[in-house]
């Protein structure tokens, strides 16, 4: 039978009406035409690649575990800095020290000598006593600052005991992270898998009513002729009625509208439907279970 698509929900309920007129109840003269056979459409679905699934998983992720670290490690990120600044000044200002006491030893020492040249006592041992003193008050003086040291291994110690207590904190929200990526992972490709299972035992059902329809069409168009007489004259069985390709086009008409509308959409104004019982018949559950796997796939 030949009809344009239904594009909205009254236009279906009309196409429907007369394709059941037309085959219900029409007692024209018997066209010869070859039996169409059943066309049911079959579900594709390609299961994903666990390492890509782990891969988007993981960028999903990924902010939020930064998000977190971020968040828990500021304290010991500012402490580990305040330390790290302390010590820089410490070493900088020691330094400066050091060689301040080093060119006043060496500004004291040089006016010693010119004094002792001038006063012809270079050798003497006035003059030698006199720059040990200035050697031993030096030496003194460094020792006093090298002292000082210790307050740089105190910033030091500090600022390496922040950046260890923030990589074990890393450590410990990586860890922690990865193991929320492989329970998502994991959950993710169950339910791939039994996308995929429920797919493949719904192709092999409609593969088994193709074959069936298919098989169907042997007769010889003399015997569907004759048969045709025959039932016209006392009303069609369900069998008589895909034969001659009622279901068929009523389910070319029902998706026809349904596959314009979005998967949720189209199952809940299914189910709803009453009527879809009465023109679907046998093939009701079929076309259902279709429906159902289509809106659980988007």
Do not use: H, W
């Not at 059941?20 to 059943?38: A, Q, T, V």
């Not at 006016?111 to 030496?139: F, H, M, N, P, V």
């Amino acid at each position: 039978m030949e009809f344009e698509l239904p594009s909205t929900k009254a236009e279906l309920q009309a196409v429907l009406k007369e394709i059941d007129d037309y085959y219900r109840y029409f007692k024209g003269e018997y066209e010869e035409r070859p039996l169409e056979e059943l066309v049911l459409e079959k579900l594709a679905f390609t299961m994903p690649v666990e390492t890509e699934v782990r891969r988007e998983v993981t960028e999903e992720f990924g902010p939020k575990a930064d998000a977190e670290f971020a968040e828990k490690s500021a304290a010991l990120q500012a402490r580990r800095q305040m330390y790290e600044e302390l010590y820089a000044a410490e070493s900088t200002l020691l330094a400066k020290r050091l060689e301040d006491a080093k060119l006043s030893y060496e500004e004291k020492l040089s006016k010693l000598q010119a004094d002792a040249a001038k006063r012809g006592i270079a050798q003497t041992s006035a003059y030698l006593s006199l720059a040990a003193k200035l050697e031993t008050e030096y030496e003194r003086e460094c020792a006093e600052l090298n002292r000082q040291e210790e307050k740089k291994a105190e910033y030091l110690r500090e600022s390496t005991a922040a950046n260890y207590n923030v990589q074990l904190l890393s450590e410990a929200i990586s860890l922690k992270y990865d193991a929320m990526v492989e329970d998502e992972v994991r959950g993710r490709m169950d339910k791939a898998r039994d996308i995929s299972r429920e797919t493949v035992k719904y192709n092999n059902q409609i593969e088994e009513k193709l074959v069936k329809s298919r098989n169907d069409k042997i007769e010889t168009e003399s015997t569907l002729k004759l048969r045709y007489l025959e039932i016209t004259a006392k009303g069609l069985t369900e069998e008589q009625l895909t034969e001659l390709g009622y279901y068929k086009d009523t389910l070319r008409a029902i998706d026809g509208y349904y596959y314009t509308i979005d998967a949720q959409s189209a199952y809940d104004d299914f189910t709803k439907d009453t009527t879809m019982p009465y023109y679907l018949g046998p093939f009701y559950n079929d076309i259902l279970y279709k429906y159902t796997l289509r809106k659980n796939n988007e």
